[in-house]
């Protein structure tokens, strides 16, 4: 289930959780792995790794929006923070890294957070988000935010599941 909430913005934040099977550092390489983020997260349309940093990526996102809107772009700073048996990953647009490729409209600002906390062969996965795409009716644009983050979690519980009480990750089920 996904939750919504105000922020001092015409968009809202979404915040939602999922319990997935696997160990903390299998989840955590997947979620902070740019590579594979078109295969799982709904709408993106395509990831590149601009450059690593020690303590987690930067990355380039190419994001599907609907007709007639443009489609949209950000550079993502990604942070990654272990404490043992949990983690934080804060993601943060940053939209004057690079100038916008082609036909791409920028978004204004991103602004999100996974928390994880590993107990039992599973981990417990929360995750907050807010964009700013630069424009567009607020429902529509906070009713997809509502799905991207929705769909999100469905598909890492799709690619983190158990096989017969072990953890077994599986291709990723997505949109």
């Known amino acids: ?22 160990t903390l550092t299998d989840v955590l390489l997947f979620v902070s792995d740019p590579d594979q983020l078109a295969d799982w997260v709904p709408q993106t349309l395509s990831a590149e790794r601009l450059r ?29 923070s272990l404490h043992g048996t949990t ?5 943060k647009g940053l939209p004057e ?30 995750l907050r988000l807010w964009v700013d795409p630069g424009g567009g009716p607020a429902f529509i644009v906070n009713r997809r935010a509502a799905a991207t983050v929705g ?10 599941v158990c096989d017969n009480g072990s953890p077994r990750a599986q291709a990723s089920g997505g949109d």
């Open 1 to 22: 289930m996904v939750e919504s909430r105000h922020r001092d913005s015409k968009y809202e934040e979404h915040m939602g959780a999922v319990t997935l099977c696997g």
């Open 52 to 80: 690593d940093k020690p303590d987690g990526v930067v990355y380039h996102v190419v994001t599907d929006a609907p007709w007639p809107y443009r489609n949209r772009d950000m550079v993502y700073d990604l942070t990654v």
């Open 87 to 91: 983690a934080t990953v804060t993601m």
């Open 97 to 126: 890294e690079a100038p916008p490729p082609g036909n791409l409209f920028r978004m204004r600002d991103v602004d999100g957070e996974w928390w994880f906390e590993s107990r039992d062969g599973q981990v417990d996965v929360r």
């Open 151 to 160: 769909g999100m979690l469905a598909n890492l519980r799709d690619r983190f």
